[in-house]
């Protein structure tokens, strides 16, 4: 880890502190090579005073001891009917395994306690078949989680649930995880899964909307897609649309995944969120310095002309950063010349770790309406270096010198830079 990974970070922790995290991990991943490694990452977490609440699947475990026990299971994954004999199977195979998860927290100092937090009730009839000992979710025993978290001890909850007379259910991990996480009003729901989550020949993309999981999720059913990354989406929509802001889809299995996702702006799997999560506004004075650090490589490359705080600080309202989750990414500035209904694009940049993702495009658009909000004609752009995108992706032509304003062509020619000039007819919103 360097410096700038720290930075990175520690932007993250004073939003975090505090707040609560909702852990789903598949059993596949617990019986993984890399659960160890999750586990330090909780202790991590913990360290940075971010409360965590510990959901965990068993359906590795309840196959693997159906077949040591040569017993023909009903269901596994809870979403199925659960028979007698596969519930007792999924007893055993779940609290097993919440032993040895505690077991591992304790080896990593870390408190954790065992939560009877979930009250279910049976599923019931569906399609006309009882699901006998499968459940749903009744309530959440939030005051037992809350003062376990309180202590700064960490909840561990099983698939499984029990009604008011003792009865006990074959629960999805998935829907639990949902339930904890609206209950809780947590900051975020993490689901560590294993090939669902990759995606496969369905491979998701970084981010989603709401919206755009919820098309995903039809899309999935129709191609056939595998059940439980189509019950980690549904269950993240569920969720953010519940109160939770975001919800992560990673693969387990793939060391500092975890943190990754949540202390860098690249991550490492899917997130799906409940609000705006990228936005372009105008920058004030406090983003001088970050606009500065953003495009100081491309400076120093000659990629884009060299400014000086003061430099910015005089046309601070021409310029704009493109932010995600509150960390700007790129920027761009629109100079105009009202008097001949031409506007300057300028300081055009995107961050290495953000390319090839059509931030550059957005921002092109954006300033391209700005413009034309404006009753701006044309559009112009000076580049040493970007020209080909420029023209490929915004449909910029090049042309002269002397399309330039007067004091625009004088600094142009006494910068000694060589740029191309590229120009873009507006058409107004009217035409």
């Not at 629960?171 to 729901?189: C, F, M, Q, R």
């Amino acid at each position: 880890m360097n410096v700038s990974d720290l930075r990175e970070i520690l932007q993250y922790v004073p939003r975090f502190r505090e707040r609560i995290f909702v852990i789903a991990v598949d059993g596949t991943v617990a019986a993984s090579a890399n659960f160890p490694n999750i586990l330090l990452d909780l202790a991590v977490l913990r360290s940075l005073s971010i409360r965590v609440v510990l959901v965990h699947g068993a359906s590795h475990q309840i196959e693997e001891l159906a077949a040591k026990r040569g017993i023909k299971v009903t269901n596994s994954d809870g979403t199925g009917i659960t028979s007698e004999t596969t519930l007792e199977l999924a007893i055993d195979a779940a609290i097993r395994l919440t032993n040895s998860i505690m077991e591992g927290l304790s080896a990593v100092d870390l408190r954790a306690a065992y939560a009877n937090a979930i009250i279910a009730h049976p599923a019931g009839i569906l399609g006309g078949t009882d699901q006998l000992f499968t459940g749903r979710v009744e309530r959440v025993d939030n005051h037992a989680l809350e003062l376990l978290l309180k202590e700064g001890i960490i909840p561990v909850i099983p698939p499984l649930g029990f009604d008011g007379e003792g009865r006990t259910y074959r629960v999805n991990s998935d829907g639990i995880a949902l339930e904890v996480a609206e209950s809780l009003h947590a900051a975020k729901i993490i689901f560590l899964g294993a090939d669902e989550v990759v995606g496969g020949t369905h491979p998701l993309p970084r981010q989603l909307s709401i919206d755009e999981s919820d098309e995903m999720v039809r899309k999935l059913r129709v191609s056939g897609a595998n059940a439980g990354l189509i019950s980690k989406l549904e269950c993240s929509s569920r969720a953010c649309r519940g109160g939770v802001p975001r919800a992560h889809l990673l693969d387990g299995r793939i060391n500092e995944a975890l943190l990754t996702e949540i202390f860098s702006h690249e991550g490492s799997g899917t997130m799906i969120y409940s609000n705006e999560y990228q936005q372009i506004r105008r920058i004030f004075k406090k983003d001088v310095r970050s606009v500065m650090a953003l495009i100081r490589q491309s400076v120093e490359d000659e990629e884009i002309t060299r400014r000086t705080r003061a430099d910015i600080l005089d046309r601070i309202e021409d310029y704009w950063i493109l932010e995600i989750d509150r960390t700007p990414i790129a920027c761009v500035a629109l100079h105009t010349h009202p008097d001949q209904s031409l506007a300057e694009m300028a300081c055009l940049y995107v961050s290495k770790a953000h390319e090839n993702k059509g931030f550059g495009r957005k921002l092109m658009a954006f300033a391209e309406n700005l413009a034309k909000e404006k009753g701006m004609e044309r559009i112009y752009a000076l580049s040493t270096r970007a020209v080909n995108y420029l023209q490929q992706k915004g449909g910029f032509v090049e042309t002269d010198a002397e399309l330039l304003p007067d004091e625009r062509r004088s600094r142009y020619e006494g910068s000694r830079r060589n740029s191309k000039i590229l120009m873009k007819e507006l058409r107004s919103r009217n035409s």
